[in-house]
């Protein structure tokens, strides 16, 4: 049996403790210290960059402006400022998202490609428009994520941002993944069946 990686292991124990946040926040909410949730989200900052290697600038400066948020949430015990941490993510991913369309491939491509994907230009077409979805995406989330941040209860905030947002991600991705099959299947269709 061959072991994983261990920075495969540090990114999943990272992953998994970013994707918790919310719930962590909420938990902690309820014992009056936020500061633990901004070491917490240090530390998971810290694991992501270990496990990541050598990663690229834009990389190095999304998980600088994470560290700074996190010392800053265990520096100040504030709790909109813990509660704001999900808006922050979105603003990243609309950003690094976003650059891609003025300075093309665009992430999907890049993703795409990356990942073995040949591409014609009907393929880079269609990447560009999944990348604009993902950008109404990361605008509409980080809205709803202010909005419970500022003016929802810790309950529909932790929903929010610990459970809905990641379905509706989960399904704008399984439903790509469908759209794109159905595209795939139509181009290799023979012409008159």
């Known amino acids: 049996m061959r072991l994983p990686h261990p920075n495969a292991v540090l990114g999943a124990a990272a992953l998994v403790l970013l994707a918790g946040y919310p719930f962590a926040v909420y938990v902690l909410l309820g014992r009056g210290s936020i500061r633990v949730v901004g070491l917490a989200l240090l ?59 003025l300075r093309p491939p665009s992430m999907v491509e890049r993703i795409a490609r990356a990942s073995g994907a040949a591409l ?19 605008v509409v989330n980080g809205a709803v994520a202010l909005a419970t941040a500022l003016a929802g209860s ?14 509706i991600a989960g399904a704008l991705l399984g439903g790509e993944r469908l759209v794109r099959e159905i595209i795939r299947r139509r181009a290799v269709r023979p012409a008159g069946g």
């Not at 998980?63 to 999900?86: K, M, Q, S």
């Not at 230009?121 to 990361?138: E, H, K, L, N």
């Open 154 to 167: 810790r309950e529909a905030w932790a929903l929010y941002n610990g459970l809905l947002s990641y379905l």
């Open 43 to 101: 530390a998971a900052l810290a694991i992501r960059f270990l496990a990541a290697g050598a990663p690229r600038r834009q990389a190095l400066a999304a998980l600088a402006a994470g560290i700074v948020f996190a010392v800053a949430i265990a520096v100040t015990n504030n709790e909109t400022l813990a509660r704001l941490y999900p808006v922050g993510v979105s603003a990243v991913m609309l950003a690094a998202f976003g650059i891609t369309l």
């Open 120 to 138: 014609d230009d009907a393929g880079v077409r269609y990447t560009r428009v999944v990348t604009i979805v993902w950008c109404v995406y990361f």
